[in-house]
């Protein structure tokens, strides 16, 4: 160990309570800006994930953010329905491996109700190619069998063997409600952290079934057609909000895309999800720059305390200070001792910044997965992760010059000279 080191250490171990504090106040900084970091961008790819796996989302002739937000998010209302007629025509396409409709329109007690297939629980994906599992149950069979999520469950105490009253439109409930055909819950999904969890899912034709006798939002007067009764009728959609489709080839993406927004009968909308998804992250950036500069500000606060701390500290080593000039220290050297123990301490902040990261990550990052849809990953720290350091090192660096720079100007009789 050189000398300056040497000197450098014992001098940490001799004020061993105070460089602890600031280390801390530094590591608690450095956690911060870092945390923002990494669940900003975590965030970030948690969000583009919230639905993976469907090449296109075709809905109404709409704009591509609008269509994703209410048919996947479940924000807002569709303009309008596409037509049966073109679902099939869709379905009918040479490159299309799969499809799933989805029906959307009315609630229960505040949740969304999905009226879709039953291939949903099977294409559907999330996250890190996540697929849907039942903690409870199973999938709808039964034309009044309904599948609830995560959240759904838990607020309203549901398990299997529930009933439930499906609400028309989006309200909490009241005089519109379809009660003369109750549903049962026949499977409880597990945690997405994606909408699914907020949603009821029941089949596009149990949807159709209790509106047989509905019209214009209402109850038409003098007609009620009992649950078992509505079996008998031809149940086929008439409509539906949006369909997820999956391609052969990834490779076709781009002409099947052209081909459904070209069908001459109706106008449609078919949109990349991950694409969109990417373009709405971009709305909203703004409020993720302004948590990571106030991040950095706290960085910077706490890099003022670590300033604070060496300058109150010089009073007290002046005398130090000048033996080490008595015992032949020049000036650059007292002056890289201030530095090296200011850098010292901020090495020290960043390790222990970065350990409160991962431990944050191993601790947190199961539960906001399970119950927000963002994996907070623990790992080795990213580029963007190391540039934060970096740029932390280097204002540590010009933090330690105003302290170096005072005691490169004491001279040898500062320090000897008693002050009363």
């Given at each position: 160990?050189?000398?300056?080191?040497?000197?450098?250490?014992?001098?940490?171990?001799?004020?061993?309570?105070?460089?602890?504090?600031?280390?801390?106040?530094?590591?608690?900084?450095?956690?911060?800006?870092?945390?923002?970091?990494?669940?900003?961008?975590?965030?970030?790819?948690?969000?583009?994930?919230?639905?993976?796996?469907?090449?296109?989302?075709?809905?109404?002739?709409?704009?591509?953010?609008?269509?994703?937000?209410?048919?996947?998010?479940?924000?807002?209302?569709?303009?309008?329905?596409?037509?049966?007629?073109?679902?099939?025509?869709?379905?009918?396409?040479?490159?299309?491996?799969?499809?799933?409709?989805?029906?959307?329109?009315?609630?229960?007690?505040?949740?969304?109700?999905?009226?879709?297939?039953?291939?949903?629980?099977?294409?559907?994906?999330?996250?890190?190619?996540?697929?849907?599992?039942?903690?409870?149950?199973?999938?709808?069979?039964?034309?009044?069998?309904?599948?609830?999520?995560?959240?759904?469950?838990?607020?309203?105490?549901?398990?299997?063997?529930?009933?439930?009253?499906?609400?028309?439109?989006?309200?909490?409930?009241?005089?519109?409600?379809?009660?003369?055909?109750?549903?049962?819950?026949?499977?409880?999904?597990?945690?997405?952290?994606?909408?699914?969890?907020?949603?009821?899912?029941?089949?596009?034709?149990?949807?159709?079934?209790?509106?047989?006798?509905?019209?214009?939002?209402?109850?038409?007067?003098?007609?009620?057609?009992?649950?078992?009764?509505?079996?008998?009728?031809?149940?086929?959609?008439?409509?539906?909000?949006?369909?997820?489709?999956?391609?052969?080839?990834?490779?076709?993406?781009?002409?099947?895309?052209?081909?459904?927004?070209?069908?001459?009968?109706?106008?449609?909308?078919?949109?990349?999800?991950?694409?969109?998804?990417?373009?709405?992250?971009?709305?909203?950036?703004?409020a993720e720059r302004a948590l990571l500069a106030v991040s950095a500000v706290v960085v910077l606060v706490g890099l003022a305390g670590l300033v604070a701390v060496v300058m109150a500290g010089l009073g007290e080593r002046r005398r130090e200070l000048a033996i080490l000039r008595a015992l032949g220290a020049?000036?650059?050297?007292?002056?890289?001792?201030?530095?090296?123990?200011?850098?010292?301490?901020?090495?020290?902040?960043?390790?222990?910044?970065?350990?409160?990261?991962?431990?944050?990550?191993?601790?947190?990052?199961?539960?906001?997965?399970?119950?927000?849809?963002?994996?907070?990953?623990?790992?080795?720290?990213?580029?963007?992760?190391?540039?934060?350091?970096?740029?932390?090192?280097?204002?540590?660096?010009?933090?330690?010059?105003?302290?170096?720079?005072?005691?490169?100007?004491?001279?040898?009789?500062?320090?000897?000279?008693?002050?009363?």
């Open positions: 160990m050189t000398p300056l080191f040497h000197l450098t250490w014992r001098s940490v171990v001799n004020r061993r309570g105070t460089v602890a504090l600031t280390v801390v106040a530094v590591a608690l900084a450095v956690a911060m800006l870092l945390g923002v970091e990494r669940l900003r961008t975590d965030a970030r790819d948690g969000f583009a994930r919230t639905i993976t796996g469907t090449d296109l989302l075709v809905g109404a002739r709409s704009g591509p953010v609008q269509l994703l937000l209410y048919s996947v998010f479940h924000i807002g209302d569709a303009t309008n329905n596409l037509s049966w007629a073109s679902v099939e025509k869709i379905a009918a396409n040479p490159q299309v491996a799969w499809w799933v409709p989805i029906a959307l329109g009315d609630s229960h007690r505040g949740f969304r109700v999905v009226g879709t297939r039953p291939n949903f629980f099977d294409h559907y994906r999330f996250g890190r190619d996540g697929e849907l599992a039942f903690s409870e149950g199973r999938a709808f069979s039964g034309l009044y069998d309904a599948v609830v999520g995560a959240e759904v469950a838990a607020r309203l105490g549901y398990r299997t063997g529930a009933k439930v009253v499906v609400s028309h439109g989006a309200g909490l409930g009241g005089a519109a409600e379809h009660d003369d055909k109750p549903f049962e819950v026949v499977g409880v999904l597990a945690r997405t952290g994606t909408p699914v969890d907020r949603s009821v899912l029941v089949s596009l034709e149990a949807l159709e079934a209790i509106h047989l006798d509905w019209a214009g939002g209402a109850r038409l007067p003098g007609l009620s057609i009992p649950a078992d009764q509505a079996r008998r009728f031809d149940l086929t959609p008439k409509s539906v909000t949006a369909v997820l489709v999956g391609l052969k080839s990834r490779a076709a993406v781009f002409r099947v895309q052209r081909a459904i927004n070209a069908i001459p009968d109706e106008p449609l909308t078919a949109i990349l999800p991950g694409v969109t998804l990417h373009a709405l992250w971009g709305v909203v950036a703004i020049s000036p650059p050297q007292v002056f890289m001792l201030l530095v090296v123990e200011s850098l010292f301490i901020g090495v020290l902040g960043c390790v222990f910044g970065l350990g409160l990261v991962q431990a944050g990550a191993i601790v947190v990052g199961p539960w906001l997965e399970a119950y927000h849809g963002i994996a907070l990953v623990p790992g080795w720290p990213r580029p963007g992760e190391w540039a934060l350091l970096g740029g932390v090192m280097v204002t540590t660096l010009g933090a330690s010059l105003l302290p170096g720079l005072r005691a490169y100007r004491y001279a040898i009789a500062d320090g000897m000279t008693i002050r009363i």
